[in-house]
């Protein structure tokens, strides 16, 4: 100890120094700790609110998709009737008056 420090009165200051460097940093580390956490918390929420939005958006999706297959089915059956009717005239134009 005499090597390092001039006299007690050096060592007990040196300690006083570190164990006010100590306190400041664990005050530092619970602060970051808690914004941390803040954060965190934050986060979750928005993961949370964009996953709702998602399974929204999946929904519409789904709808979206049943309205078009409704669409092609209704399409494919006019398209049949239509060349049904344009056989029929065809077989009406063909036969002579």
Request: no cysteine; hydrophobic share 40%.
């Amino acid at each position: 100890m005499s090597t390092t420090f001039g006299s007690f009165e050096e060592f007990w200051a040196a300690m006083g120094r570190l164990y006010d460097q100590t306190l400041k940093h664990e005050a530092l580390i619970a602060e970051n700790a808690a914004k941390h956490e803040a954060l965190i918390a934050a986060n979750a929420a928005q993961i949370s609110q964009v996953g709702e939005q998602m399974q929204a958006t999946d929904a519409r999706l789904d709808r979206i998709a049943s309205m078009v297959a409704t669409v092609a089915g209704t399409v494919a059956k006019q398209s049949e009737q239509i060349e049904s009717h344009e056989r029929r005239l065809e077989r009406l134009e063909g036969r002579p008056d």
